[in-house]
Structure formats: structure tokens, C-alpha cells
């Protein structure tokens, strides 16, 4: 079955530490994106690539990185400049920004602070 | 700036019917979706209204008047697994998307 598979569900952070969150697809689609859900609040974009060895720059990437290595893969480094990122994040994927098409989104990654 | 208003919590009773309202102030209006998310669980999408009027599918119906910059979500015949929340999300002028921050839908027996 197609879909969008994120890795791990759960993912603890110490101070000072850069870590990774894995975002695969095979779905075939074109762009990608990363979402931050914070309780209370709408789903903030950190990142997105609409194809390969591109990505932009969303409302929040600060303290974030990314890379699009592989059509298939979009992973999400929280670096350390991240002060505060403890949160759901939300890889999704569609065939292409300026269509009108859905995204569809991976299961989530719930980020804690030790 | 950008801006879209969704109730934060609603309760309904299973069987019964259930409006969910999003309003929505952005630079342009390239189309509204919702979606809906179980708890800790990824967003599947439900509809999408470009066009004033209504869209039903199945139990689930939206509707979007652009003028007034007001859509809602109707559900029908609520079952349990409804619990949920639901979002609501509309596409600018840049076709970028801005995300209400949802409404948890509780369905008591």
C-alpha cells in the first residue's frame, strides 16, 4: 500500500543535541512538506520541497534543516539552535504545490525534551 | 494578517447532527479544505470547496460561501469513531496553506 511512513513515533532530545526525523513516501509525489502541531494552535510549515536537491523555507525554520537527497525521502534535523521543540511533527506529501490536491500526511513524530 | 476562526471544543450525542464553522480572513482564497485527525494521528482529508455551495459525501457535507468568508462541516448520523478533531485549512493567494487550529469533537453515547 502506498503512504508515507514517519519514523520513530516517539523521540526524546537532550540539551545541546541535533536529531532526525525520518519522512519516506511512496506515493510518487512531488512535493513534501514538514509541519509542527502545537497544542492550541494551527499546523505551522517548518519546510518544503516541490523536487529533488530544492527545498523552501516556511513560516518556522528556524532552528530546523532539511535536505532532499531523494524524491522519496524529506527528513527534518531539529538542530540545537531549537530552543524550544517539543511538539508533534507532521511530514505530508502531494503531487505538486499548485495543484489542487490533497496532502497526505504520515502518522507523526511526538518530540520531547529531556 | 492571515487569520481563520474554528469553535475549539464541541459536544454532540451519537446519531445526532453536528455543524462545525470556520471563518477565514487571508490574502486571497485559492480554496478551503477540512480534515479530520484522530488523536495523535496523522490529518486525512475529508473535502475541498473552491466554489460556493455545498459538497456532500456520504455523512460528511461542506459548504463555503467565499463572500462571506465563512465555511462549515456538517455531520450526519454521528457515530463514535467521529471523535475527533477537525481542521480547517484554506489556500491564499500564493497557494500557500493556513491552518485553523481545529475543533475537538466529542460524541457522547
Known amino acids: 500500500d502506498g503512504g508515507i511512513t514517519q519514523s520513530p513515533k516517539y523521540l526524546f532530545r537532550k540539551e545541546g543535541q541535533n536529531v532526525t526525523l525520518s519522512c519516506e513516501q511512496n506515493?510518487?509525489?512531488?512535493?513534501m512538506y514538514w509541519y509542527r502541531q502545537d497544542p492550541g494552535q494551527g499546523l505551522r510549515l517548518i519546510y518544503y520541497s516541490q523536487i529533488v536537491n530544492d527545498f523552501q523555507k516556511g513560516d518556522i525554520a528556524e532552528g530546523y534543516s532539511v535536505s532532499r537527497e531523494k524524491k522519496e525521502s524529506f527528513p527534518l534535523t531539529v538542530t540545537s539552535a531549537q530552543k524550544n521543540p517539543t511538539a508533534f511533527y507532521l511530514c505530508a506529501s502531494s503531487i505538486g504545490q499548485r495543484h489542487n490536491e490533497k496532502l497526505f500526511f504520515g502518522s507523526g513524530t511526538q518530540l520531547s525534551v529531556l | 494578517g492571515q487569520n481563520i476562526d474554528q469553535p475549539t471544543e464541541m459536544t454532540a450525542t451519537e446519531g445526532a447532527i453536528v455543524q462545525i464553522n470556520c471563518t477565514y480572513q487571508?490574502?486571497?482564497?485559492?480554496?478551503l479544505f477540512w480534515y479530520q485527525q484522530h488523536a495523535g494521528e496523522a490529518p486525512t482529508f475529508l473535502s475541498y470547496n473552491v466554489l460556493d455551495g455545498l459538497e456532500e459525501k456520504g455523512r460528511f457535507s461542506s459548504f463555503l460561501s467565499r463572500s462571506k468568508g465563512y465555511s462549515y462541516l456538517l455531520l450526519k448520523e454521528l457515530q463514535m469513531k467521529d471523535s475527533a478533531s477537525y481542521l480547517c485549512a484554506v489556500r491564499d493567494i500564493d497557494y500557500q496553506l493556513i491552518w485553523g487550529a481545529g475543533t475537538k469533537l466529542i460524541i457522547k453515547p
Open positions: 487571508t490574502s486571497g482564497f485559492n480554496g
Open positions: 506515493l510518487n509525489h512531488d512535493a
